[in-house]
């Protein structure tokens, strides 16, 4: 069963107490000193701290900041997602692969189905008729419940994005200033880890900083314990993509009869690897 990600935002939002909350600040730069961090905003204003996380996610202002400005590596493949109420008993979760085209989805809280698909295409493409005449064109004919689902979407419901990840860091912070989550290591949603690595990311900082003689110290010490780990997933996650992405023929004929004997044999493993995770 999963979670809707605002559902989740929502349950950490009162956790933390919404007077901590502030929106609509854009971050524009940061000035670090022996004795803390400034963080200045687009509206002028500033704020301090002992700290600076950056979590500001794909195009993070404090990653350009401490390692220069790079544009995030396109996938080769776009995103369609919705969320559709319909009753998901007896729905499996499920994914299948077609040729440079996959299809997922699976049961979500509130009698809710959360459905995703991806194709090879352009960058930046859209669709001039509209995202769910395209989608359903490009996945008309696959098995139940495919189309029954993308049929069910509102056409305001549906996203699309691009995909896009980084090249992996073997360092991510310096001095009071670290990165977390997507500022840290964008992946691609092949595995279904980025959100989950982040909340790993923020449990192991917590810990770092409670339990730290200093605050450098401790960043240090999260960055160690975090970086393999999520590297590891971004090559991953990548590697899935291209995978499950591959188009011609013959590939994915050898693909599709290598994947029946690889999933038996090493998909539990990695499953245990990835969500049997202790921080």
Known sequence: MILHRAELLDA????????????????TG????????EVRF????????????GADGLNSVVRSQLHGPAQPAYAGYTVWRAVVDRDPAGL?????????????????????????????????SRAPAGE?????????????PVESL????????????????????RAWGEGRVTLLGDAAHPMTP?????????????????????DGRDAVSALRAYESKRIPRANALVRRSRLVGRIGQVES??????RDALMKHVISRFQPRELEWMIGYEP
């Open 12 to 27: 950490l939002i009162e956790a933390l107490g919404r007077q901590h909350l502030r929106l609509g600040a854009e971050c």
């Open 30 to 37: 940061f000035r670090p000193d022996v004795a803390g961090v």
């Open 42 to 53: 687009k509206d002028g204003t500033a704020a301090q701290g002992d700290v600076l996380v």
């Open 92 to 124: 499996i979760p499920l994914e299948s692969w077609g040729r440079g085209a996959r299809f997922g989805a699976a049961p979500m809280s509130g009698n809710r189905v959360y459905w995703y698909a991806t194709r090879n295409a352009a960058e930046g």
């Open 132 to 144: 769910k005449a395209e989608v359903l064109q490009a996945f008309r004919g696959w098995h139940a």
């Open 150 to 169: 993308i049929e069910a979407s509102e056409e305001s419901a549906i996203l699309r994005n691009d995909i896009y990840d980084r090249p992996v860091r």
């Open 190 to 210: 092949n595995l279904g880890q980025g959100a989950c690595q982040a909340i790993e990311d923020a449990v192991v900082l917590a810990r770092c900083l409670r």
């Open 249 to 254: 023929a013959l590939a994915v004929t050898a």
